[in-house]
């Protein structure tokens, strides 16, 4: 069975700061992909990222970056110089299935509420 | 292109009422999936449409159910309500619903059970 566990539950920061936000995982599946997704107030998820298991190369983007490790099972998530309007929940999820009549489906990890203060 | 759309927004019900949930996809997008998300339980997977046909469902009971039709469109219905029942309802929408395909979701329809 897929397990995503997000170990912080809540981080809070000060504006500037670089925060981490940590995922491990588990699957028995050779294949398989991760998301990061963002949940504001608003209650929309909001798609971040997504990674295949076959794809070790660490990504930026603008002020995020993603450090993905097969070894560690692990795929953090990095804001530099956080802002107030990062602030939301953020989810690591964990997606099998690439058969294409196997469907999908997402394990979520519980997720880690990211507070910036001015 | 429009994103993917939840109807209602807000609900109020009272216990042992159903509740019918709609969700219409991005334009394209064959695949529907939906999400509980509650406090305690986190967010947890529900089902899966493709073709009008589940192809996936989640540890659940069988008062809830679902459809999707020829248009991709999808509702979810919950009958009996219980107050363990109050949540958020994610429906979200992919491509072809591979494992590799990116799921966009909506802005949920939030649902009260007094």
């Known amino acids: 069975a897929q397990k995503v566990t997000q170990a912080q539950t809540e981080i809070s920061v000060v504006e500037k700061e670089d925060v981490t936000l940590d995922c491990v995982y588990e699957t028995r599946d050779t294949t398989y992909y991760l998301f990061w997704y963002k949940q504001p107030p608003s209650g929309e998820l909001v798609f971040l990222i997504r990674?295949?298991?076959?794809?070790?190369q660490n990504e930026i983007s603008g002020r995020y970056s993603w450090n993905f490790q097969k070894s560690t099972s692990s795929f953090n998530f990095t804001i530099t110089a956080s802002q107030v309007v990062d602030s939301a929940v953020y989810f690591c999820a964990l997606s099998e299935g690439t058969r294409f009549n196997a469907g999908n489906m997402l394990t979520f990890g519980g997720g880690t509420r990211l507070m910036v203060k001015p | 292109k429009a994103g993917v759309t939840q109807t209602p927004r807000y609900l109020i019900k009272t216990r042992g009422q159903q509740v019918t949930l709609s969700c219409s996809p991005i334009s394209g997008h064959r695949s529907v999936s939906w999400y509980q998300q509650t406090p305690g339980q986190g967010l947890q997977f529900l089902f899966e449409y493709f073709s009008e046909t589940q192809r996936n469902k989640g540890n659940f009971p069988g008062r809830f159910s679902g459809r999707q039709f020829s248009n991709s469109r999808s509702e979810m219905n919950v009958s009996t309500l219980e107050l363990g029942d109050s949540a958020l309802y994610l429906c979200?929408?992919?491509?072809?619903?591979?494992?590799?395909?990116?799921?966009?979701f909506g802005p949920g329809t939030r649902l009260t059970v007094l």
């Open positions: 990674r295949n298991s076959f794809d070790e």
């Open positions: 979200a929408s992919s491509l072809v619903g591979t494992g590799l395909d990116t799921q966009y």
